[in-house]
């Protein structure tokens, strides 16, 4: 009788904390997915880098080339479109752009790569493609980290509050109901 | 009667929407899996040695689709995939591959001898031409077609290997390269890419 309620106030205690734990985790998500929503919370586009005339020569001379960035952020669905305005062919890993013409690339993955790429001079660039944020992104984030965080506060609960019943006098009954 | 011909309307307009949604869909252009080329650029003509010795010129090819692949016949892992994506291009394919050349140039040409070509493409298809020829030739299909290549030293073994580029060209029936493939691209997009290039040419 006395396990019986115990295990009654403890799975009553439990929900509770899950309920809370939900609505805590609702909230550092949501908070975060707002802080990250610019960079890359946005649905797939075409994304467009040309590279300049005179590129090549700048690269011989070792010399950067400011309209290109080092590091470029894109999200699954994207396709990067690059057009060649310079005087030679280029390469940026598996694509290869003929002078004069557009070539493209889409990026279907979620991947950081480092491509070998000949606009560059560094000779690499660094293509990062994230997943993006969807609701479904969100939901699966509270549902994994709700239990989670429902065990570790549950856990913290009963060493700060342990769970005791109250003694009650022979032949009353014990009501959870509130 | 009354119910009969609501029938018959209900069908026809069934059929009718059936139909238009078949054509929007057939009408709708090819999504092209590869790296369109656009504007599509002559490809660079060269003239190599196939498998059995005999010149073959790139420029003669036209009037077929060709795919091109760089590789070496002692690659352990890239080179086989690609070989045996041919197959499932030209199974895929099916009648339309009479109209597709599957060419393999190599980027070693110290091992790559015509008689190692043809028995190495034995193994996966013998219709693909493979092609090799003298340093200086192939260092001009290469640089033409950007084609990475380096020797690399294996200390563990007599052996070396040679670090490549693995990309496909198709160049189209009209001799433009069109688009380029990257390594692990499915055989089936490759080979619808393939498909619809021949109906635009």
């Avoid at chain 1, 467009?48 to 699954?76: H, N, S």
């Avoid at chain 1, 004069?100 to 560094?122: E, H, I, R």
């Amino acid at each position: 009788m006395h396990q019986n309620l115990v295990f009654r106030l403890a799975a009553r205690r439990l929900f509770i904390l899950f309920i809370i734990s939900i609505a805590i985790v609702w909230g550092v998500s949501e908070v975060a997915f707002l802080l990250q929503k610019e960079a890359y919370d946005r649905p797939p586009k075409v994304i467009e880098l040309v590279i300049p005339g005179g590129t090549a020569d700048r690269i011989a001379a070792g010399q950067p080339v400011p309209a290109i960035p080092e590091e470029m952020v894109f999200v699954v669905g994207d396709t990067l479109v690059i057009h060649n305005a310079d005087r030679i062919d280029h390469e940026l890993g598996p694509l290869w752009v003929p002078t004069g013409t557009s070539a493209s690339l889409n990026l279907d993955q979620a991947s950081k790569m480092a491509y070998s790429c000949t606009f560059q001079t560094s000779r690499y660039l660094d293509l990062d493609v994230r997943q993006p944020t969807t609701w479904q992104t969100r939901v699966t984030a509270i549902a994994l980290a709700a239990p989670a965080t429902t065990m570790f506060i549950f856990v913290y609960s009963l060493v700060i509050r342990p769970i005791q019943p109250k003694n009650k006098p022979a032949g009353e009954s014990v009501s959870l109901a509130k | 009667m009354n119910l009969r011909r609501y029938l018959l309307v209900g069908l026809s307009s069934l059929i009718g929407l059936s139909v238009v949604f078949t054509m929007l869909v057939s009408s709708r252009p090819h999504e092209f899996q590869g790296s369109v080329i656009d504007p599509p650029v002559p490809a660079r003509d060269f003239t190599l040695i196939d498998q059995t010795g005999k010149p073959f010129t790139l420029s003669q090819a036209h009037g077929t689709l060709v795919l091109l692949f760089f590789g070496y016949t002692h690659c352990p892992d890239v080179c086989p995939i690609t070989l045996a994506d041919f197959g499932r291009i030209k199974e895929q394919i099916g009648a339309t591959a009479d109209k597709v050349r599957f060419v393999f140039i190599t980027t070693d040409p110290d091992r790559d001898t015509p008689e190692r070509i043809a028995a190495y493409l034995a193994n996966f298809d013998p219709a693909i031409i493979g092609l090799t020829g003298d340093s200086a030739t192939l260092e001009m299909v290469w640089r033409d077609y950007g084609v990475y290549r380096v020797k690399v030293d294996n200390h563990d073994l007599s052996d070396y290997t040679v670090d490549h580029s693995s990309r496909l060209y198709a160049v189209g029936p009209d001799g433009k390269l069109h688009l380029t493939f990257s390594f692990g691209t499915e055989a089936e997009a490759m080979a619808a890419d393939v498909q619809a290039l021949l109906r635009e040419n």
